[in-house]
């Protein structure tokens, strides 16, 4: 795995050129295609920036050094979320780029960013952010049954170490190559529902990655990122976090989820994607604090009734959303 300066990512200059041409946006990203070579070299990107695209496509995970504005960065998000965290109780917090201009400014890094709307071949932008104090120990999952896009796979992860991440912690793991696999959806999965629910997740879903994970033969990895380390990884990875074998060992870390512009934006899981049942969201543009409005085919989508109260009670309230470790072991 290639460890990249964010420097990596193209030239101002490039990446206007590449946001300019909208009728020429891919309707899969380049990353995800055989043509990803060809566009790089359309766009005159550095060496760097080609090997962390090819690290991407093969793995389906890729790393980049945010230098030490990053890591200074990191610092401030610590210092800014740890009060928070000092409840016991607190297991993550959810947009707390709302309230901390710290944690807005670590998700918001330009090379990053641009670096992704290279890759991809559109504009990329942050639309959630959720901290960590301590692994997650989150079952292997794909964000492709939590966020996805028409067209299909603008969807991609940032996962920043805010400190050096030890073996005991809890790491990410991950399923190299599993990004290549078919995106499960949940009819595919075995829930015919119209509506999915959160319960059909665990009861159908779960299993059923379990099976097609086991089924691939693909082996699994952890990684153990530096400080101000930000590791990216494709919508449809499979992923989690490792058990915590120290149980005083902290994993400070801020997970940035990116979506790409001019798409419909939706959460599969309750959704019915062969049916054409789409749950569609109304993402928030963490960089700009407004909305990113879905789009099908050029035209503006509507979102689900609840997804725009959500929205809307997001802005005004401005409050991130704190989920507890009691609420989630009684749920």
């Not at 990596?8 to 009728?23: D, F, M």
């Not at 566009?39 to 790393?63: N, P």
């Not at 082996?219 to 930000?230: S, V, Y």
């Not at 969201?281 to 700009?288: E, G, H, K």
Request: net charge positive.
């Amino acid at each position: 795995m290639t460890a990249l300066s964010a420097s990596a990512a193209p030239s101002a200059s490039a990446t206007r050129r590449a946001r300019l041409h909208r009728h020429a946006w891919p309707q899969r990203p380049f990353v995800e295609t055989p043509e990803l070579d060809a566009h790089m070299a359309r766009h005159d990107a550095s060496q760097e920036a080609r090997s962390f695209a090819h690290e991407l496509a093969e793995t389906g995970l890729a790393r980049l050094d945010l230098g030490e504005t990053g890591r200074a960065l990191c610092d401030a998000v610590v210092a800014d979320t740890d009060p928070v965290f000092a409840d016991g109780d607190v297991y993550r917090i959810q947009d707390a780029w709302l309230r901390y201009d710290s944690v807005r400014r670590l998700a918001t890094l330009p090379g990053v960013t641009d670096l992704l709307s290279m890759v991809y071949g559109r504009p990329a932008f942050p639309f959630q952010t959720l901290n960590f104090k301590r692994g997650s120990q989150q079952g292997l999952h794909s964000d492709a049954m939590h966020f996805h896009a028409e067209p299909p796979l603008f969807m991609c992860g940032v996962w920043i170490a805010l400190e050096d991440v030890a073996p005991d912690a809890g790491p990410l793991t991950y399923v190299p190559g599993s990004h290549k696999l078919p995106v499960l959806t949940m009819r595919a999965a075995g829930c015919d529902k119209a509506r999915p629910t959160s319960a059909d997740y665990e009861t159908v879903y779960g299993p059923a990655l379990a099976a097609r994970l086991k089924a691939s033969g693909l082996p699994q990895a952890q990684i153990l990122p530096k400080k101000g380390e930000a590791v990216v990884w494709a919508a449809n990875l499979a992923h989690g976090g490792a058990p915590i074998a120290n149980p005083d060992a902290t994993r400070r870390s801020l997970v940035v989820h990116f979506y790409f512009a001019d798409c419909l934006y939706y959460t599969p899981v309750h959704s019915d994607v062969e049916g054409g049942r789409l749950a569609v969201r109304l993402p928030t543009n963490v960089a700009t604090g407004g909305w990113a409005w879905p789009s099908r085919e050029g035209r503006p989508a509507a979102p689900q009734v609840t997804a725009f109260l959500g929205a809307c009670r997001k802005l005004v309230t401005r409050q991130p959303l704190i989920t507890r470790i009691s609420a989630r072991t009684t749920s």
